[in-house]
């Protein structure tokens, strides 16, 4: 009954910027936790931010400093901003949220290259 639908992916030039948007089917205040995860093929899929309903963030240390986590709890929406984007940062990136269970979104792909 829980689904995230990801937007906002696309193909940018390294120093730019996106914005991805979650939105959940159920209210997010339900969520222990909601964030976003990458994955490169041949990788392991990592963690990039997440964020609880707390408002207590948390980033991986290659986008510290760049990348913003929020959310909307009004339109059950979380953000990942992304600034200064580099290749590195090509991946797909997943929603993820928590309650008893973890849910994922299907995945946007994000490209950085000039």
């Known amino acids: 009954q829980v689904q995230l639908v990801e937007s906002g992916g696309g193909s940018v030039q390294p120093g730019g910027s996106l914005r991805l948007s979650c939105m959940s089917s159920?209210?997010?205040?339900?969520?222990?936790?909601m964030g976003w995860y990458r994955q490169i093929p041949g990788r392991q899929r990592e963690l990039v931010a997440r964020i609880t309903r707390f408002e207590e963030a948390i980033y991986a240390d290659s986008v510290k400093g760049r990348f913003t986590i929020s959310k909307d709890n009004n339109k059950d929406t979380v953000y990942l901003h992304m600034n200064n984007l580099k290749p590195d940062d090509t991946a797909t990136y997943y929603c993820h949220a928590n309650q008893v269970s973890d849910y994922w979104g299907q995945g946007t792909q994000v490209t950085v290259s000039s």
């Open positions: 159920i209210v997010i205040y339900n969520f222990n936790s």
